[in-house]
């Protein structure tokens, strides 16, 4: 079970629905509509994180995704996945990578679906329950790779602009979640 607890969450007024999606620190994710009267009722999130450290990768951008096993194939990822790209736009990112531990089929269809293409596989790349573990990284563009692209914003940054904060607020009620 998710607890909402994990989260340093920015509450957007006048977004609601059966599902209440709310922008995160880290990104995205969908909760029950009575927010505030539950800690355990997060139905999944996604978010983005830096792909790279070093200062040239700075528009790249890595996603990841996770739904609660109850809410599996009703369309969460790909809606959370299309808020979530929308948002990074208005970011300024161009790049998005995702990074999936094999096997893992959902994972692979949920990204083809989004438009991610395979880039490759980095072999025994990561250690855990006792085994090493084989990642495909798939890749997709955000928006064009102009000459001289504008600065990354940072979400909390962003959302002190109304302007901003209206446009995500447009984004998070397009849709039927
Ligand atoms: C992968 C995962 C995020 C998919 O979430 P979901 O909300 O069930 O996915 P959606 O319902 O939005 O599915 C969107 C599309 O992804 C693909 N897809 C999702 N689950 C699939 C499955 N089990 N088998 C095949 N295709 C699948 C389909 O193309 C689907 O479209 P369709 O339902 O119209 O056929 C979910 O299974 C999960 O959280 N798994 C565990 C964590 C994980 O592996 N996260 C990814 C790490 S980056």
Redesign the pocket.
């Given at each position: 079970m998710l607890s909402s607890s994990e989260f340093d969450t920015v509450y957007l007024e006048g977004v609601g629905g059966e599902l209440f999606p709310a922008v995160t620190r880290r990104g995205l994710m969908l909760v029950p509509t009575q927010v505030h009267d539950t800690s355990d009722g997060v139905v999944?999130y996604?978010y983005a994180t830096a792909h790279r450290d070093r200062a040239a990768y700075r528009w790249s951008v890595d996603?990841?995704?996770?739904?609660?096993?109850r809410?599996?194939?009703?369309?969460?990822?790909?809606?959370?996945?299309t808020r979530l790209f929308e948002i990074l736009v208005l970011q300024g990112y161009r790049s998005i990578y995702?990074?999936?531990?094999l096997p893992?089929?959902?994972?692979?269809?949920?990204?083809?679906?989004?438009g991610f293409r395979e880039v490759g596989i980095y072999h025994d790349v990561g250690y855990k329950l006792g085994k090493w573990h084989n990642t495909i990284w798939l890749e997709r563009s955000l928006a064009e790779h102009v000459v001289e692209p504008s600065e990354p914003t940072a979400l909390p940054v962003l959302l002190e602009t109304e302007q901003a904060k209206a446009a995500i607020s447009s984004i998070l009620l397009a849709g039927e979640h």
């Open positions: 999944g996604a996603a990841a995704t996770y739904i609660s096993e809410a599996h194939r009703q369309g969460i990822a790909r809606a959370l996945y995702a990074g999936i531990t893992n089929p959902a994972s692979l269809e949920l990204h083809k679906a989004m």
